[in-house]
């Protein structure tokens, strides 16, 4: 949470306008936030008008953290994993998800259940982590501060451990064009697509600002529900 709380972190310099961007107006609406963490992201769309907020999250501390941004707010978070969460149908407006679609191995799966409880015209908006920072971590040996990107490995899509604040996580790698094909394949309509392209206004650092430009960390998709 220190990390991400930085201000030019990708999550706040990048990631964060683009969602809201994507998200467009979300006045009134029920949004089901998958990955949800502490819900501060959630704390932050009820107070400037959503209806109502559910958040998902597998992490019994963030879970703690996301009912005290939630209290007394029209907002709830179920303790479980994205995968195992009883999806209803028909009962959203909005699906988000950010920077947590890259740790569930069956996306098929998922996004038939995103598709699943969105109402007719939902919009489902995600970001992942950028294909060209997962592909190869030869350039990563260590959770330490990465100063190049190796690409490597690109279309040999799967399983790929990474260092991370001393432990190992495991994400999984997939091309763009997988992700395209699988949302489209559940029923939806990519309607547009970025790739983070950093913006100075958002950056307290110049030097920051000047590395992000290097390689794009971060990959997010809208989309809208068709029906099938």
């Not at 949470?1 to 964060?16: C, F, L, Q, T, V």
């Not at 920072?133 to 501060?145: A, F, H, L, N």
């Amino acid at each position: 949470m220190k990390r991400r709380g930085r201000k030019d972190s990708p999550n706040n310099a990048i990631e964060g306008p683009i969602i809201y961007e994507l998200i467009g107006n979300f006045q009134d609406r029920r949004i089901l936030d998958l990955g949800c963490g502490d819900a501060s992201f959630g704390k932050e769309l009820l107070s400037q008008g959503a209806g109502s907020y559910t958040g998902v999250e597998g992490s019994e501390q963030m879970v703690s953290a996301a009912k005290i941004h939630l209290s007394g707010l029209n907002g709830t978070v179920d303790h479980n994993t994205i995968e195992e969460h009883h999806y209803i149908a028909d009962q959203f407006d909005i699906v988000t998800s950010r920077f947590a679609i890259h740790y569930v191995a069956d996306i098929q799966t998922l996004f038939q259940n995103v598709h699943k409880t969105l109402k007719n015209n939902g919009k489902f908006v995600f970001s992942v982590q950028h294909p060209l920072t997962t592909s190869s971590y030869i350039s990563k040996q260590t959770g330490d501060r990465r100063e190049n990107w190796i690409v490597d490995d690109y279309f040999l899509e799967g399983e790929r451990k990474e260092p991370w604040i001393e432990q190992i996580v495991v994400k999984y790698h997939r091309t763009i064009e997988h992700y395209f094909r699988v949302l489209t394949s559940a029923g939806f309509s990519v309607i547009d697509l970025r790739e983070g392209t950093p913006k100075r206004e958002y950056f307290t650092n110049e030097q920051e600002f000047e590395r992000r430009l290097r390689i794009p960390v971060v990959l997010a998709f809208s989309c809208v529900k068709r029906e099938v």
